[in-house]
């Protein structure tokens, strides 16, 4: 990829140079001069310069957009280049949203492990919001999450499960013990939110909205799914999760709601770059994630 764009690009990202040089291992001196000769090149200015730092103008934002895009390119030319030349990737990178990280990504990485021994494998926990743009930048190669419904040039998605949203409380709380739990029943009762799922604390909102009912006190966002069951546990907190961590929440002492109906719901899947659709590592991890999560489920019925 052209150097002079890899520097506008790291400066985008950071908004400051010291940062992006020691990003991309230039001096400052060096990343300052490749900026200018891309704007020099592009006739505009890129950046608004302050003590806060750099800030994209509307020029910026215009190159940005269409640099991501050859960074994408660039970074499928050379797979699609490697696996015509060794036939697999060395290492296959796989990021998993929270429907997938109690038992069904590791299964998958623990079983392909043992179908393609010669290739590394790594597993990350990450929202599929978080995550895009490193599957996008080439940071990842796999990610199961939700499938969100903005399309993305040069990324495809399979649909995996209809991930639904419930509600959990500590398993000696009077909702926990209760037979029957109404939306009404949740006013006034203070919620912990897991933050890594920025996407949680706005569909708790609109299941709010949906059912006239105030807005959600949140008393605190966590960002770890582990830490958050265990803060709810042995008190009156409740939180909000699917029904793939149950057993992770039974362990910490929490037990789902029997609410009427779930917080809300929505199809979740595999997002992954174009030039890796026909890879079999990949495939066989679609293949894999889709039975794990269907086995999975079936447990909890």
Request: with cysteine.
């Amino acid at each position: 990829m052209d150097r002079n764009l890899k520097a506008f690009l790291a400066v985008a990202r950071s908004g400051n140079l010291t940062a992006a040089a020691e990003q991309i291992g230039l001096t400052q001196p060096a990343l300052t001069k490749a900026i200018r000769r891309t704007e020099q090149e592009f006739g505009a200015e890129l950046f608004e310069r302050s003590v806060r730092g750099m800030a994209l103008t509307q020029a910026g934002r215009m190159l940005f957009s269409r640099s991501e895009m050859i960074e994408m390119h660039h970074q499928q030319a050379r797979e699609e280049i490697q696996l015509i030349r060794d036939g697999t990737l060395a290492e296959f990178r796989i990021a998993a949203g929270t429907a997938y990280h109690s038992a069904v990504a590791p299964d998958v990485v623990k079983q392909l492990s043992l179908e393609y021994p010669r290739m590394r494998f790594r597993l990350g926990f990450e929202a599929a919001n978080n995550a895009l743009p490193k599957l996008m930048d080439g940071e990842i190669d796999l990610l199961f999450g939700a499938l969100l419904s903005a399309f993305t040039e040069g990324i495809e998605t399979r649909p995996i499960i209809n991930v639904q949203i419930i509600a959990y409380a500590s398993q000696d709380s009077a909702l926990a013990q209760a037979e029957r739990v109404t939306p009404a029943d949740l006013v006034r009762r203070k919620w912990v939110i897991y933050h890594r799922d920025r996407l949680n604390a706005e569909r708790l909102r609109e299941f709010c909205s949906d059912h006239m009912l105030p807005d959600p006190e949140i008393a605190m966002e966590v960002d770890s799914l582990v830490a958050t069951f265990r803060i709810v546990a042995g008190t009156d907190y409740i939180t909000l999760a699917n029904p793939y961590v149950r057993d992770l929440a039974e362990r910490a002492g929490l037990v789902a709601l029997r609410l009427e109906q779930p917080i809300c719901s929505f199809e979740s899947g595999a997002w992954y770059r174009q030039s890796l659709r026909d890879h079999p590592a990949l495939l066989r991890a679609i293949e894999l994630a889709r039975h794990f999560a269907e086995t999975q489920i079936s447990g909890h019925s």
